[in-house]
């Protein structure tokens, strides 16, 4: 009889928890994007979950690590719809991009409003939370400036502007700093005067890095400090940080808290940069399962994130 009562409930929970996966576009001034929108099966409106991802060319999933999916997947258990895209610089949209060499920091963030009046035309929906991971926290909080959505999550987000976290990252072992720091430092003052650098006269390793393409979008990145664009944010705010996050350190966790005392705040011990466990800073060892497929997302950081959500 326990068997049976126990096979009964999984069959009734996958029922409660079922999702239904649409892929979705939308038009913008120079092309096609592209996502993946994931409805939770209900009689009701469900909160909405927009996750923005991090620099680079980074797709709706992730790449093979699969994290934004997992997330994805496992807020759907929770009656939590999502939507994750390909940015304008990935997966299926890159394909459909016609204006990709001039693109600006302010097409990220125009592409995520587009992506956020999408689903205001939608009335499966009771609320609107965007997710900004990384580069995404920023873009986040200036897309939540004009009250658009409901609730605000910065998830491993920079407090400091680029420039000073690409110094830090660079840095990292301190010993880097007597080796390059001149060079860096020359290069990002004649960026933030638009004095674009050729890239033949920039030294290796950082040729491909800053190349002369992308010191325009450098540039209109630098414009903006995370610490003050917190503060315009008028909705309800989470900041998310893992303890085990190389890339984005601690230190950029207590510039955004500082800068908003009345966020809500959630810092997760064995957490890494991917949201999967990780037990140090080593960047050879902590990076190695980023792109593991097998290796899961941190309980406690998809319960905490669920508890804002629906709160």
């Known amino acids: 009889m326990k068997i049976k ?9 996958l029922i409660l928890n079922a999702q239904t996966s649409s892929e979705v576009s939308i038009d913008v001034a120079d092309g096609t994007l592209f996502g993946t929108l994931t409805v939770v099966d209900s009689q ?10 991090g620099s680079g060319p980074t797709d709706r999933n992730m790449g093979k690590g699969m994290s934004y999916k997992m997330l994805s997947d496992s807020l759907g258990k929770y009656n939590i719809s999502t939507l994750r895209v390909d940015k304008r610089s990935a997966g299926k949209s890159i394909e459909q991009m016609t204006n990709l060499e001039n693109t600006m ?6 592409d995520a409003k587009s992506w956020v009046q999408f689903l205001k035309k939608d009335q499966r929906f009771s609320e609107i939370i965007i997710l900004g991971h990384s580069q995404g926290s920023l873009i986040a909080f200036l897309v939540s400036q004009d009250s658009a959505v409901d609730k605000c999550i910065s998830l491993a987000g920079a407090g400091e502007k680029i420039d000073l976290v690409i110094r830090k990252q660079i840095y990292n072992p301190p010993i880097n700093k007597f080796f390059f720091g001149a060079v860096i430092d020359t290069l990002f003052e004649k960026i933030s005067r638009a004095e674009f650098v050729e890239t033949d006269s920039i030294v290796e ?10 010191q ?10 995370p610490t003050l664009e917190i503060q315009k944010v008028d909705v309800p705010v989470l900041i998310v940080q893992g303890e085990m996050d190389f890339q984005v350190q ?4 207590e510039f955004l808290r500082n800068a908003m005392p009345s966020a809500d705040t959630l810092l997760i011990q064995n957490m890494n940069h991917a949201m999967k466990f990780a037990d140090t800073l080593d960047k050879m060892k902590n990076a190695k399962n980023y792109e593991d497929p097998t290796v899961g997302l941190v309980n406690e950081f998809i319960q905490k994130l669920v508890e804002f959500i629906l709160r």
């Open 250 to 253: 601690m230190d950029q966790y």
């Open 216 to 225: 325009p979008f450098l540039l209109s990145w630098i414009n903006y400090n």
């Open 5 to 13: 009562l126990t096979f009964y409930l999984s069959i009734f929970s």
């Open 105 to 110: 920091f302010e097409d990220f963030v125009d």
């Open 205 to 214: 390793p950082f040729r491909a890095m800053f190349r002369r393409e992308v």
């Open 44 to 53: 009701d409106q469900s909160p909405v979950v927009l996750i923005i991802a």
